[in-house]
């Protein structure tokens, strides 16, 4: 037994090893965090974060994390780290959200930057990389938004994801393959994937991509076609050795070629009657890199809320799928479970405290009617 769990262990070690974490946010050194956090300054009216594990949790210092404080206010704050770029690599972003105030209406999402991006006036106009995370507003919007920006546009996932909409804390993961796949997943579990290309409705952009590209090649074609169509013709100047008085006076022939021959063009000849055949570019779609960024380099939330309270912790960028489910199981796996326990024990006191001050009220009510009958008899026998 001791030399497999061994084993296990090295291989666990090994993983980590092998997995880059480009950026990873616990919140575990207090206030220490608004070194790392930029709050955005373009807005005064912007609303401020606090770090806090809430009104119940799984663990006091292991829940802090950063806590929406004022109600009706647009919040922008970011981190920024070590640039780096996703291509050919897997990509994977998570964190954990709280909605302990049980959202009426409000961002719960976070955004992925370039490195570039001015923390100071992060803004709604600011331009992001990736947006990933539930969105909640009344009875209609319960979703889990995936928005790629691409050829400077924002793309969003056709498919509707439905996100949680208790007051629990929740691990949302979004997970982008380099053979153009992707995965959803909600406290670990899967619950959207498919392909980048067809569930962004991305086709469309792949047929222009395709048709520019083998514009591209036919245009090159043809000038390599004409410079060979040059090639086949013959020398029409006199031989350096032709005898005149022996060969008789030199005539250049009329055609050296046929006008058509093993696909070759001559020169003014018009292209709706030439019959050429189109080259295939097979590279567009590496060139179409639709889930890859040169630039990351920073990540932030930048929402509204109507009514504040969410928490927002245990934030990782890395490029290896099962750190992060490890860290995830380490994290919120850890304290799902006493926070469940924590938050159903306030609401039995909640209930019981209600309860008796239902009871107190019934006795003082009593109280107070007992206590009108005898001043009333009593008034009686004074007169």
Known sequence: MAPARLLLWAVCVLRVALATVYFQEEFLDGERWRNRWVQSANDSQFGHFRLSSGKFYGHKEKDKGLQTTQNG????????????????????IQYTVKHEQKMDCGGGYIKVFPADVDQKNLSGKSQYYIMFGPDICGFDIKKVHVILHF??????????????????THLYTLILRPDLTYEVRIDGQGIESGSIEYDWNLTSLKKMEKTSAESKDWKQEKEDKLQDWEKHFLDASKPSDWNSELD????????????????????????????????KNTNYLTEYDLSEFENIGAIGLELWQVRSGTIFDNFLITDDEEYAENFGKATWGETKGPEREMDAIQAKEEVKKAREEDEEELL???????????RRFHRRDEL
């Open 151 to 168: 050829k400077n546009q924002y793309h969003s996932n056709m498919k509707p994801i439905r996100c949680k909409v208790d007051g629990f």
């Open 364 to 374: 003082m009510g009593r109280f107070d009617r007992n206590e009108n009958n005898f």
């Open 73 to 92: 206010r647009f919040y922008a704050i970011s981190a920024r780290f070590k640039p780096f770029s996703n291509k050919g690599k897997t990509l994977v």
């Open 248 to 279: 008789g006076d030199w005539q250049a022939p009329m055609l050296q070629k046929p006008p058509y021959q093993d696909g070759l063009k001559p020169e003014g000849i018009d292209k709706d009657v030439w019959l050429h055949q189109k080259m």
